[in-house]
């Protein structure tokens, strides 16, 4: 009995807070848009009795689908986004492997610090931290006034409003999460394994190759994937950092919902990603789990 | 055996392979080596022994390249090594926690030193083979480490180090998770390939048996210091202090006053009981506080006190032990001293001679004993 209330917990839980919005969700995707409150058709009503019901799944079709087929806008929106997304992933390993390997190679005694220094970005709030990013990178910001000051540049950058301070963004708001599962990684990794490696005649580079990053390798994809996933649908950092040309879909799904009113179409589009995010996650959590069999008992 | 007795350490001319020069160790201030000179000479089997934490690994760390010495020097085959990495000595080790590359296959594991030296495929494959055929591993091949036993991991290690067939091989405990018998064949293996390949060894090892059976030369080592180097036959018959003595081996040790008599000394080690004799060459002067070191299986046990005997003492069997083939008689002797004495299990258990209470003599020659300052 506590065994199930202990499984039935976060099955309850996904239930609530994925299952059933998921599936409004996915009921407006189907609907047909309308100047109502809610904006769109059909809505279920129970009191109509059987032949309502009968009425309402009637009324349901794919039409918003096969609609995101015809404007190119979409589908350009979502390759540009996978685009933006494993650059962002690609930058942020390259960012965040060293940081998490210094990290773990640190004294014992500074790792906690460090560690709270990765951390402690996420104690303000995320809009702020985007929003000074804009003071930085704007044509008058920071970056330009002291690369202006070294004279590397001549005139200002056009930094703000373009792919690249998305890039930025991305990077900067999700290198915690590329961080972390590998520091986790590296901190188990016994150095020993690395003695080893070059008592058989590795040197220190060819060791941290086949034996550090393989070892790692775990945390890596952990790590990928957590800045992946919530990179592909992206709204804040695009929207505020990105230009007129930043094409996320993010961005289009507000657009519809917010600025169009069209739910129907935005819940379609949001589905979509949904489909496409589920591939990554489903990836992940296999990751996740060969890592615990290979630990062992 | 050769019919020449191995014995470099003996040949002034012989020029070591190893030589430890002066080397201290410090992890903070912390002395792990303590001012340590010792040669050890190609093709010697040489075994370090001592108690936990008396700085066996730390040792055998510094001539693999992982820990430099903090004053001193090492130089293996006349070149200092303070400035040469791990993957430029000659020298393989096999860890005292495995080290198995996780990651891996046993197979991949074993082969991983041979790719590093460029070897082509099927000698790879062949000299893998043959280490796993030595370590009885071959069924194993495909396996990852966790996915094997603990003594089964312990093979792979010592396979690894061994695949390269260096000159060096620095064994840290490499048998202690094999049951009996398997460590048996193993020591027996590693012999067999020291005495093909001429590889020198050293071996850390708990196992006094073990050092006993592989060594050319055992080292006794005591925080930081070797007590003692020599063949283990000298070693269990000629320790050189009471540490040594009481390390090596069942031993009884009785402490008392020594004055010389003969080409000896006579020992007194409590009131009332009968003065002692031992023929030594140690010098403790005319007189002085002295150990004596008596094995247990020189010590006979007799109902009547032997006629002829130089040492004979009587005492009461406090406890017995029983194993198999000779059983040891723990006896209080008058003064409270226990001493252990061996017979061997000729009778039946059930038709032996002594049994707890009984009062015994204890006996023993005047060159079973060994005269150790006290
Ligand atoms: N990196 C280190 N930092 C601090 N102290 C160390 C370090 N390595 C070893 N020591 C200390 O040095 C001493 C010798 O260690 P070592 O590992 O050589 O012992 P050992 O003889 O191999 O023991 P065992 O038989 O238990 O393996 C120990 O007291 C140990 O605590
Ligand atoms: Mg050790």
């Known amino acids: 009995m506590r065994r199930f209330a202990l499984i039935a917990v976060p099955y309850l839980w996904l239930l609530v807070l994925f299952l059933v919005p998921f599936i ?45 087929t015809t404007d190119d806008l979409y589908w350009k929106a979502y390759l540009s986004s996978l685009q933006i997304a494993a650059l962002s992933t690609l930058l942020a390993l390259l960012v965040g492997y060293p940081i998490a390997y210094g990290m773990a190679q640190a004294p014992d005694e500074w790792r906690p610090t460090l560690m709270m220094l990765v951390i402690l970005p996420f104690w303000t709030s995320f809009l702020i931290r985007v929003y000074s990013w804009m003071g930085i990178l704007s044509k008058e910001g920071f970056l330009n006034q002291f690369l202006l000051w070294t004279g590397l ?4 950058l056009e ?5 690249t301070a998305v890039y930025i963004g991305i990077v900067y708001t999700y290198l915690p999460f590329m961080i972390l599962p590998i520091y986790a990684a590296l901190e188990k990794l016994d150095s020993a394994l690395l003695e080893a490696a070059e008592d058989l005649g590795c040197s220190r580079i060819t060791a941290f190759w086949l034996i550090t990053v393989p070892l790692s390798k775990s945390g890596i994809i952990a790590g990928c994937f957590l800045v992946f996933i919530p990179a592909l649908g992206e709204f804040v950092i695009p929207a505020l950092l990105g230009g007129s040309d930043t094409l996320m879909i993010g961005k289009v799904l507000w657009e519809e919902f917010f600025s169009n009113r069209d739910w129907p179409v935005a819940s379609a589009v949001a589905v979509i990603l949904l489909m496409i995010l589920i591939v990554p996650i489903i990836l992940f959590q296999r990751n996740e789990q060969k890592q615990r069999e290979a630990e062992g008992p | ?34 001012n340590l000179t010792q040669d050890i000479y190609a093709k010697e089997f040489f075994a370090l022994l001592g108690p936990s934490g008396c700085g066996k690994t730390t040792m055998m760390r510094m001539l693999g390249g992982f820990e430099t010495p903090t004053e001193g020097q090492i130089l293996i085959a006349g070149q200092d090594m303070s400035n040469v990495p791990p993957n430029k000595r000659a020298v393989n080790m096999m860890f005292q926690s495995y080290a198995l590359f996780p990651h891996l296959s046993i197979f991949e594991n074993i082969a991983f030193g041979l790719k590093r030296e460029g070897k082509s495929k099927p000698e790879i494959e062949e000299r893998v083979s043959e280490m796993l ?12 480490p966790h996915q094997i036993s603990g003594g089964q991991r312990q093979r792979v290690a010592l396979a690894r180090s061994l695949a390269k067939a260096p000159k060096l091989l620095l064994l840290d405990e490499p048998l202690g998770a094999l049951d009996k018998k398997l460590r048996q064949d193993t020591q027996f293996e590693l012999m067999d390939i020291q005495e093909k390949t001429g590889t020198t060894f050293v ?5 006094q048996e073990e050092a006993m059976t592989v060594a050319s030369r055992v080292a006794v080592m005591d925080e930081g210091r070797i007590v003692q180097v020599a063949t283990p036959a000298d070693i269990y018959e000629k320790p050189n202090s009471v540490y040594v003595a009481d390390f090596i081996g069942d031993v009884n040790i009785i402490e008392g006053h020594a004055t010389r008599a003969g080409d000896g000394y006579d020992i007194t080690f409590a009131l009332g009981a009968p003065k002692l004799h031992a023929k030594t060459s140690t010098d403790l002067g005319p007189e ?6 008596i094995r247990p299986e020189k010590v006979s046990i007799s109902a009547k006190k032997p006629a002829k005997a130089v040492n004979a003492v009587e005492g009461e069997i406090i406890d ?3 194993l198999g083939n000779i059983s040891t008689y723990h006896v209080q002797l008058a003064g409270g001293q226990m001493v252990k004495g061996q017979a061997a299990n000729t009778q039946r258990l059930e038709r032996r001679q002594f049994t707890w209470e009984d009062r015994v003599w204890l006996s023993w020659t005047d060159t079973a004993a060994v005269v150790l300052e006290g």
Not at chain 2, 203 to 207: A, G, K, L, R, S
Not at chain 2, 288 to 293: D, I, R, W
Request: with cysteine; proline share 6%.
């Open chain 1, 153 to 156: 540049v001549s005139e200002p």
């Open chain 2, 288 to 293: 002085g506080k002295c150990a004596l070191a």
């Open chain 1, 159 to 163: 930094i703000l409003n373009t792919n």
């Open chain 2, 133 to 144: 055929r030595l370590t009885r591993l071959e069924k194993f091949a495909r396996r990852k």
């Open chain 1, 24 to 68: 409004i969700v996915l009921k407006i995707s189907l609907s047909d848009i309308a100047l109502a409150i809610p904006p769109y058709t059909p809505t279920l009503d129970l009191s109509a009795g059987w032949e309502g019901l009968r009425a309402f799944f009637a009324a349901l079709d794919l039409e918003n689908f096969w609609f995101l």
């Open chain 2, 320 to 322: 017995i032990a029983y």
């Open chain 2, 1 to 34: 055996m050769s019919d020449t007795v191995f014995t470099p350490w003996d040949d002034p001319g012989q020029e070591p392979l190893i030589q430890f020069k002066n080397v201290t160790k410090r992890f903070g201030d912390f002395t792990a080596i303590d």
């Open chain 2, 203 to 207: 071996i850390v090892t708990h196992d």
